[in-house]
């Protein structure tokens, strides 16, 4: 039950890569003329970086979902900087 949980988690996490895929190809078919590969990479990159920081005390309880009894208490958000300090 555990794996099941971990693969829904880790399919999820695929969102934001298929996100920046159809947003370069999105750009790349508007434009029919060269883009900027540079400030196409950086903006693509700012915003996985928003995003990420926006989302990783939202994800990080999500880590004990497979967990037996009380996983929303396996990975409290307190204990989020301890992982960024390590």
Request: aromatic share 14%.
């Amino acid at each position: 039950d555990r794996t099941a949980w971990n693969t829904i988690l880790f399919a999820g996490s695929c969102i934001f890569a298929a996100a920046s895929q159809l947003y370069k190809e999105h750009v790349l078919c508007k434009h029919k003329t060269p883009v900027d590969a540079n400030q196409l990479n950086f903006t693509i990159s700012f915003f996985s970086l928003g995003s990420a920081l926006v989302m990783t005390p939202l994800l990080y309880m999500l880590q004990g979902l497979g967990g037996p009894g009380n996983w929303w208490s396996m990975y409290p958000s307190k204990d989020i900087s301890a992982n960024y300090s390590n």
